[in-house]
């Protein structure tokens, strides 16, 4: 499916199918979130974002239906195709997958020239500069935290603008903007670095969309494979379906960390709270930090 497919479709109120979304970068994703949201207020569906395509219901009956969102990095296909499902990832082997455009920084200021006409473009274009940062010698930008920054300027009037935008500036506002990523604070609780975690919660909801989810389930992930490796020495990569690198790198800086019994206590707490979470009993909100006081809070 193109880009153009997914325009039709939701211009003329087609039925809503099961689909697959290919986004390599934070820009592409913040394009499908626009979509996830238009095709949300179209077709009157509350957005539920899932962690298995299991969790989805095949027959909803009369209950409430939703846009069922599930994220991962690589989707190799499902067996069932339950309308109403977007599954979004970096890669997929789905032949129908809509790939979603990478914006260069050049588009996205472009973008926000829209949101915030009254700041001077030349200080956007600077600014951008100031959201970069390098993982896995890749450079990426931040465009949720950008954009998120710039939402709080839009709020003023425009010939207001550019004199907020001068004030944050000469404050140090974008001088202090961080580089951490989800993934540093999953590092921070796998290796007990209190201070790292510490660091990353201060600019944890500008990270990523619905952030508090995506780490549970790494999390879910990171640790059962810790508890593979520990407590079955004679586990081999090829046993457990994973690569010789991944292997020894979670055996090099994972593996001791943590007792026998207090991976395994872990492990139930994050699956209690998955649980928990699933059903309600525990709000998006208070994911996060419920889960630093279980798993580092001793």
């Known amino acids: 499916m193109e880009i153009k497919e997914l325009k039709k479709l939701i211009e003329e109120h087609a039925a809503l199918p099961y689909m697959v979304w290919e986004m390599t970068d934070e820009s592409s994703w913040f394009i499908g979130k626009q979509y996830i949201s238009t095709l949300s207020s179209v077709f009157g569906l509350p957005v539920k974002y899932v962690d298995s395509l299991e969790d989805v219901p095949i027959d909803e009956g009369f209950g409430e239906k939703y846009l069922y969102i599930y994220k991962t990095t690589e989707f190799k296909g499902y067996d069932k195709t339950p309308d109403r499902v977007i599954v979004v990832c970096d890669k997929s082997y789905d032949k129908q997958a809509c790939k979603f455009p990478v914006l260069e920084k050049w588009q996205f200021v472009d973008y926000l020239k829209t949101l915030v006409p009254g700041i001077n473009p030349d200080d ?64 921070a609780i796998m290796r007990k670095d209190k201070k790292l975690a510490l660091e990353v919660l201060k600019v944890f909801p500008y990270i990523d969309s619905k952030p508090e989810i995506w780490l549970l389930s790494i999390l879910l992930t990171n640790f059962r494979r810790v508890i593979d490796i520990q407590l079955n020495p004679y586990n081999t990569a090829e046993d457990l379906g994973m690569s010789s690198k991944q292997f020894y790198a979670i055996k090099k800086n994972n593996v001791g960390v943590y007792s026998n019994k207090e991976l395994i206590d872990i492990y139930e707490k994050l699956t209690d709270m998955e649980y928990q979470y699933k059903f309600k009993e525990l709000p998006t909100s208070l994911l996060v930090d419920y889960l630093i006081c279980k798993v580092l809070g001793k």
Do not use: C, H
């Open 124 to 187: 956007l274009e600077w600014l951008i500069t100031q959201y970069e940062f390098t993982y896995s010698r890749k450079t990426w930008v931040r465009y949720f935290m950008f954009y998120n920054d710039m939402l709080k300027i839009s709020i003023f009037p425009k010939e207001e603008q550019q004199e907020v935008f001068d004030s944050l500036y000469q404050a140090g506002e974008y001088k202090t903007i961080s580089n951490l990523t989800i993934f540093d604070l999953s590092n």
